[in-house]
T-cell receptor
Framework: NAGVTQTPKFQVLKTGQSMTLQCAQD?????MYWYRQDPGMGLRLIYY???????DKGEVPNGYNVSRLNKREFSLRLESAAPSQTSVYFC???????????FGAGTRLSVL | AQSVTQLGSHVSVSEGALVLLRCNYS??????LFWYVQYPNQGLQLLLK??????LVKGINGFEAEFKKSETSFHLTKPSAHMSDAAEYFC?????????????FGRGTSLIVHP
């Protein structure tokens, strides 16, 4: 079982460059999430999608955009990367019946 | 509104010693509570959860946690630490009603296990 798959695993960008982080889940979950993880800060929610066709801002949405392409896929886009966006990014989906989140392995992004 | 406080960003124990990771929460509605574990260079995975059934919850790898409403706590314990337990542990809270599926995570506690 693949679960939640994120690509790429690593990325280095220069300030001002753009990129899209991809996420796909094969568990037929309705809700999906994007988090960033920084040392000492835990996980902070960037955006989430309660269901296909809907997206909402989380705690730290500035500088990011998202697209819920279909039920499986939820992408995160950085239009103009900044050094403050250097972080580890995690995608997750949730089994609502069990209230359990499933996480991808993460994307480690460095912005120089 | 909900929040989680994990006391201690790092906890260091010897192999075979008791593990105690502290978590206190606040929630305006009855909560669901979770502990997730993150091994190096991996995503988070569920260790155990409390969903208003038994207050003592058993999880994987010998971990357990007790929900204490009067203390608003959900501390994680393991009687005997193993080297393989070294990881980052996150406590999380989610409302048990209202249809919100947005958990709030604590800042994490890094468990260090010495031989």
């Amino acid at each position: 079982n693949a679960g939640v798959t994120q690509t790429p695993k690593f990325q280095v960008l220069k300030t001002g460059q753009s990129m899209t982080l991809q996420c796909a889940q094969d568990m037929n979950h309705n809700s999906m999430y994007w988090y960033r993880q920084d040392p000492g800060m835990g996980l902070r929610l960037i955006y989430y999608s309660a269901s296909e066709g809907t997206t909402d801002k989380g705690e730290v949405p500035n500088g990011y955009n998202v697209s819920r392409l279909n039920k499986r896929e939820f992408s995160l886009r950085l239009e103009s990367a900044a050094p403050s966006q250097t972080s580890v990014y995690f995608c997750a989906s949730i089994d609502r019946a069990k209230n359990i989140q499933y996480f991808g392995a993460g994307t480690r992004l460095s912005v120089l | 509104a909900q929040s989680v406080t994990q006391l201690g960003s790092h906890v260091s124990v010897s192999e075979g010693a008791l593990v105690l990771l502290r978590c206190n929460y606040s929630s305006s509605v009855p909560p669901y509570l979770f502990w997730y574990v993150q091994y190096p260079n991996q995503g988070l995975q569920l260790l155990l959860k409390y969903t208003s059934a038994a207050t003592l919850v058993k999880g994987i790898n010998g971990f357990e946690a007790e929900f204490k409403k009067s203390e608003t706590s959900f501390h994680l314990t393991k009687p005997s630490a193993h080297m393989s337990d070294a990881a980052e542990y996150f406590c999380a809270v989610s409302p048990a009603s209202g249809g919100s599926y947005i958990p709030t995570f604590g800042r994490g506690t890094s468990l260090i296990v010495h031989p």
